[in-house]
Every structure is written in C-alpha cells, then in structure tokens.
C-alpha cells in the first residue's frame, strides 16, 4: 500500500507539474524574444530621433558607433541611393520591401533576427534603420529560468511523494498493526486489543476488532461455565456407578469397570479444572510427554486387547516427546485412536502404534476407511458411530498446527495419525512386542 500511493502520488505531481510547467517554459522562451526585440525598437527609435534633427552622414555615422549595437556591429542605416551606415545583415530586397511598406518589421537573418524600422525625412526620403539581433541574445536567460523550472518541478514531486509516504506509513502502520493483532487472537491469545490509530475507517476497524474481541472472550467464558456445569452434573451418576461396581465380585471385569470408572472421574476432574482456569492462554502454556501418556492409556487398553486376542505392538517411544497441551487432551487423542480400532475391527485384528516426535500412528489389520472425508464430520460416520472420535483428533492436532492423517496401513487396514508437524516416518527403532 506504501509504495502504490507513493507511485500514484509521482504520477499526479508529475502530470501537473507538467501541465503548469510546460507553458511556462514556452512563455518564458516568448518573453526572452519580446525583451530582445523591444531593446531593438529602442536603440532604431534613438537612431530615428537622430534622423530627424541631422541626416549629415558624418553625424549618423558617429550616432551609429555610439549605440551599443551600433559599436556590436548590429546596427545599419539604409538612405536611398548609397551604401548603409553600419553592418547589414539583411539583402537590398528585404529593405527595400520593408521601405516600401513603411511599417516596422521583424526579418529573419542568419544567426539571428532583424528589427526594421522605417521613417520619412523632411526631403521625403524614406530611410529604414535595421537592428541586429543575434539568436544568443533571443534566448538569454531561458536556460536558467528552464533551470529553475525544473528544480521547482523536482521540489513539487519529492515533497508530494513524500508527504504520500508519510500518509502512507501511517496507514501502513496502523494496517499491519491491526493484522498482526487479528493473528495474534486466532492464536489463542484472547486478551489482545488494538490502540485505534491512523483514518477514521481504520479506527472503526480497530474498534469492530476490539468488540468482537471482548464478544469472543465472554462466550468463550460461558462455554467453560458450561462445561463445567455439566461435568460437575456427572459426577452424581458416575458415584452411583462405582458404587455399582465396587459391588462387583473381583475379576477382570470388575478391574476393567473401575479402570474406566478411575478414568472418567479424571476426565471430569480435568474438564473442571480446565474451566476454571479461566483462559486459553493459561491451559495453552501447559505441556505434557506424549510417550507417557500413551504407555498409561496402553496399560488400559491391553487387558481389553488381550481380551479380544488381539496382537498389537508398539514402534519408537524410547524418547520424551513433549507436546504443550494438557495431558487430559493428549489423553482424549489416544483414547479416540485406540477406541477406534477396538470399535471398527471384529475381534483378533491385529493393530500396531507408533510414536516419535512427529506425532502417533495407529495401523490396523481391518477392512480400512473407504470414505476419509466422511469419518471426520460429526454425527456422519458412516460407521456406525457418531464420528466425533476423529474430529476430536483434528481439531486436537490444529492447536499445535499439526494434522489428521487417514492412510491405507502397511498391515492392510486403515492408518490413522496425530501428526504434530511434518508426516511421521516410520522408526527404525527396535520394536516391542505385547
């Protein structure tokens, strides 16, 4: 925007100051010649004044050399039937004509112009007195006059481009501050403002942008309020449920039963937490190690695995791979691919999980997902199901600008991803195998 209004302030100041400059050079050109050919008119109207008192040709002869052009060899008095006193420039013809007419006239002549001026004396001879102007003294003072012209011309231009680059970098400034802002809110950081500067349509802008900042914050507020309100709701039914299940007499599934009894109260735990702490920010600052959360949730999903005779192993893991989100939702991610499997494949389909520091992998040996598009949209699986396992992991992998990758498996079946950065390849390390 800075540089297109500092061409589009060149372009107008150069149009106009060609417009007024141009005509101005020309009439200075036309002034230059007028002054020329007025001193001409002045030095023959002296050299007439003189005719008319003595036409002695000893006394115009000393009335020529005394003039200033007279004594450049400018100047010439042309009387009939003898030579003209002074230097002519002009042929017999020329002066002759302009005898004959008896007016005062201009004649071009090389290197310059001459100034006729006929007059009659009192015997009723007609004498014409011509004035020399060399072309030099036509154009003198033109050049330093176009000179100031144009220095005048470039003034006018530098200072219109920049006062346009001045106006320019306000706009420029308030533009990039307000983008930088609305980038900065996406991001999460829900206490930005703007200061309103710059054109009063920038300032309406900054000022929308602040309202719907502080619009956005407080339903942001009343859906934490709500989440909170619904989980703390839950936790009456689910005491009810272990109660149910401490009652259960000892074995796999009894143990199975508070597993997810365990599970779900910290998941209601983490949701209440999480909305008290009042701001994306502070829960976004929060990090956790993906390899651990996933060695806890595998130690969960084993015993049903096992249950199911189904042969999986694990790929990679021998390193931390921290994420900055809260484990809650790293928890949500793995369970939504785990669970995926145990729902989607009959029992005994073998399934394998990688993990590095691109993100996690889960393979399956199953029949696969022949519609990707479809199984990330909510409440439209084509599975069976409700379709929000997936899109938890989507818009879990967009908080750290990662993504959800739906592949064919190397086993056969569907490849699912929570991708942190750039596709995982497949590690080389040692693998473990359950």
Not at 125 to 144: H, L, M, Q
Request: contains cysteine.
């Amino acid at each position: 925007m800075r540089w297109a209004l500092n061409r589009l302030a060149l372009a107008i100041t150069s149009m106009v100051a060609l417009a007024f400059l141009v005509p101005l050079a020309v009439a200075t050109r036309q002034i230059a010649y007028d002054r020329a050919i007025s001193d001409a008119r002045q030095q023959a109207t002296s050299m007439v004044t003189v005719l008319g008192v003595d036409s002695d040709l000893v006394s115009l002869t000393n009335a020529v050399a005394s003039t200033a052009a007279g004594s450049a060899g400018n100047l010439a008095v042309h009387l009939p039937g003898i030579e003209p006193i002074g230097a002519s420039h002009l042929s017999d013809t020329t002066v002759q004509r302009a005898a004959q007419e008896r007016r005062a006239a201009t004649a071009d002549s090389a290197g310059g112009v001459a100034y006729l001026q006929p007059t009659v004396l009192t015997d009723g001879r007609t004498v014409v007195v011509e004035v020399f102007i060399p072309e030099a003294d036509t154009r003198r003072g033109v050049g330093t006059a176009w000179l100031y012209l144009g220095a005048l011309a470039v003034v006018l231009v530098g200072g219109s481009i920049l006062f346009a680059d001045r106006l320019g970098s306000q706009l420029v400034r308030a533009t990039r501050g307000l983008a930088a802002a609305s980038r900065r809110l996406g991001g999460g950081e829900l206490n930005e403002r703007i200061t309103p500067i710059g054109p009063s349509e920038l300032r309406d802008a900054a000022t929308a942008f602040n309202g719907m900042a502080d619009d956005l914050r407080r339903l942001l507020d009343r859906e934490r309020e709500l989440a909170a309100d619904l989980s703390h709701r839950l936790r009456t039914p689910l005491t009810g449920l272990r109660l149910d299940v401490e009652a259960m007499p000892p074995g796999p599934i009894a143990e199975r039963m508070r597993q997810a009894c365990d599970l779900l109260d910290e998941e209601l735990e983490a949701i209440i937490t999480g909305a008290r702490l009042g701001s994306i920010e502070k829960r976004g600052s929060q990090q956790c190690d993906l390899v651990e959360v996933l060695a806890d949730r595998l130690a969960f999903w084993s015993v049903l695995a096992e249950d199911q005779e189904r042969p999986w192993e694990v790929v990679g893991g021998n390193e931390p791979v921290m994420i900055p989100m809260p484990a809650g939702d790293v928890i949500l991610v793995v369970d939504a691919l785990l669970g995926n499997v145990f729902s989607h494949t009959p029992d005994g389909t073998a399934f394998r999980v990688s993990v590095s520091a691109s993100g996690l992998l889960v393979d399956d040996a199953g029949p696969g997902i022949p519609d990707p598009e479809t199984a990330v949209q909510r409440g439209v699986s084509g599975a069976g199901s409700t379709g929000l396992g997936l899109d938890i992991v989507r818009r879990t992998a967009e908080t750290v600008r990662g993504q959800l990758v739906i592949d064919r498996s190397p086993l056969g079946g569907a490849r699912i991803g929570f991708l942190l950065h750039a596709p995982v390849l497949e590690p080389a390390d040692q693998r473990r195998r359950r």
